[in-house]
Every structure is written in C-alpha cells, then in structure tokens.
C-alpha cells in the first residue's frame, strides 16, 4: 500500500490525529497530559506553528494548527519523538509510543462551514466517546481547547488562538460571544444524540462526516491542492530549492548573527569564548526555542563542545532566563 502524501506549503492549515501503539493510552495521568501540552506548545514555538483547538483523548490525540512555514513533517517528528522521551523516560519505558504514521488532513480553513466543522469535530471528540454528558459537559473537556477559547484573552494560553474560530461561528471574543459558542457546540450534541438532525445549525453537517482523508475542503480546493501536488507534496530531497532542515538551519543562522552582533562578538571571539559564557547560552536557547536545527547544528556552530552536553547548557540558559528579566528580554528578542 503507497504511503499517504504529505503535502505541505506555507499557510496550510491541518487536523493532525495520532494513536496509541496497539491502541494503548498514550497518556497514564494528568502529569502526562500536562507534559504533551507544554510539548506540543513548545513545537508550536519552534516550528512558528498557530495552533487553533486540540482534543487530548485516552489513547490519542486531536490537533488543528496552521503552519506558516511548509514544516507539517519536521515539526511533529519533533512533537512526537520529544513526546515519547518524555514519556519513556517518567514511566521507565521503552519502544514506540505511537502507532506507525500520524493521520494528517489539509482543512480549507478561509471556508467557514468547513473550519468550523473540524472545530466542533475536535471539541466534541470527549461528548462523542461518553467523557462528557450535558451535566458534566466542560468538566469532561477539561483536556481540550474549549476551556481557552472560552476564557477571556487576558486569561487565556497565548498559544491558543480562538479568533479566527470564533468568527467562523458569528461569535464576538467577548463574554457574551463565547458564551454563545458553548450554547451552539451543547445545542449540536443534544441534537446527535437525540439524532435530530432538524436541530443542527444551517450550514453544518452531522456527526461521521470528517472522514478520514487527505483533504477536508470544497471540491474546488481539492482540484486546486491536486493541481499543485508536483510541487506541494513532500518528497525526498532535490538539487534544487532548500530542504526543509536547509530553512531552518538559514532561520537558526541569522539568529546567530543577530546575536553575535548583538553582543559584540567576532567569529574568532566565539570560537575562544567558554561553552557557558551567558552570551552564548542565551543565543543557543534563542536558537533552540525558534527553531528546529538538533543539537549538534547549536553545538558545532556556536563552538560548546559536544552535542550531548547541549541539554544541560540550555538547562542552565533557562534558569538564567526564569531569574534574571534581561536574559529573557535577549532571548525574546533574538527568537522574535
């Protein structure tokens, strides 16, 4: 059986689910769902990603993000394989955590009717598998984007972005705008589980109608995205344009110089400069925040000995970061 395409461009929006190896749960308590949050909020950072809604189940997962640059396949690699360290590594475990390839569907996000199909899809996930009863609706979602978007923008994680959702559904960001969300996205699960398909809003569809795909959009966007296949499906490396680890190795070059100018610093002072002179430390941790280069890229580049060591330089450039205000203004600044 041929591989599904991946078909990545700048500004792709995706509804990416993945699944247990052998069905198991890929969380074993809310520490491992605390720990697959700040994971995937850190890929988000790193790949540029914006993430839209995200529905944690037991044995996978629901997220629906928009990439700005054309890195769908390097940024979940990351996600996944940091993810199953992570969880490896607390549970003393070892092997796959996930099951083969992650599914991943291009969703024609600038069409209202189906951007907020896929949204209602994901937050619904925990209503649909008996997590959630009306009674007991948000405390059964606890572990999806429902509680962010329906907080205030003061209160919210700044890397849930609701808006745009939001608009798709009529719906202001204010109070009174989420709350008319939650009473649309409550109303649609009373009506599928009556099946009263009367009940559903003008414009939607009912439940099983997010088929798994390639592709969620109207026909015109799939003879588009079919169209253009030569030349947005991944494929291996060619002689010609940059490789996707090319882009992000040019995005963690110019945060280099940036720094290195910066700080006031020569090629030649950097090959002689300490591993852990704090210059250094905050340019590698720019560099590791923003993008995806490994460790030896960070290693070789900035001249701080082996690449293995890079973990426990970074670990002290973040408790730099989380005691002293000009440290993170650095960062920010070279990662922005």
Not at 85 to 92: D, E, K, S, T, V
Not at 175 to 185: I, S, V
Not at 197 to 215: D, E, K, N
Not at 274 to 298: D, F, G, M
Request: proline share 4%.
């Amino acid at each position: 059986m041929s591989r599904t395409l991946r078909i990545e461009y700048p500004g792709a929006v995706y509804h990416v689910q993945s699944e247990g190896n052998r069905g198991d749960a890929i969380y074993l308590d809310d520490e491992d769902r605390e720990t697959f949050l700040r994971t995937f909020q850190e890929a988000a950072r790193r790949s540029g990603w914006t993430v839209y809604a995200y529905a944690l189940m037991a044995n996978h997962y629901h997220i629906l993000f928009q990439t700005a640059r054309a890195n769908l396949v390097d940024g979940m690699k990351w996600l996944q394989t940091a993810y199953t360290q992570r969880f490896n590594a607390r549970h003393r475990m070892r092997g796959h955590l996930f099951a083969g390839r992650y599914h991943s569907m291009v969703v024609e996000a600038d069409n209202a009717h189906y951007f907020s199909t896929i949204i209602d899809y994901i937050h619904l996930n925990p209503a649909r598998s008996g997590l959630a009863r009306r009674h007991t609706f948000l405390s059964g979602c606890k572990w999806t984007s429902l509680p962010a978007w329906l907080a205030s923008p003061a209160k919210r994680p700044k890397w849930i972005h609701p808006e745009r959702g939001l608009v798709c559904f009529g719906c202001d960001d204010t109070e009174d705008g989420r709350q008319k969300y939650l009473n649309h996205l409550m109303g649609r699960f009373e009506a599928e589980r009556m099946d009263e398909r009367s009940l559903l809003p003008a414009g939607h569809v009912g439940p099983g109608t997010v088929q798994r795909g390639w592709c969620y959009g109207s026909s015109a966007f799939r003879a588009r995205l079919v169209g253009e296949l030569p030349r947005l499906a991944r494929r291996k490396p060619v002689t010609t344009g940059m490789r996707a680890s090319e882009i992000g190795e040019y995005q963690a070059e110019i945060i280099v110089k940036n720094g290195l100018k910066a700080f006031g610093l020569s090629e030649e002072e950097l090959l002689v400069t300490p591993y852990s002179h704090p210059s250094k430390l905050i340019i590698a941790l720019a560099v590791r925040q923003s993008t995806l280069v490994p460790y030896a890229w960070i290693s070789n580049r900035l001249h701080m000995g082996i690449p293995k060591s890079m973990g426990t330089l970074l670990h002290r450039a973040k408790k730099m970061a989380e005691t002293d205000l000009k440290t993170r203004a650095w960062i920010e600044r070279l990662s922005s």
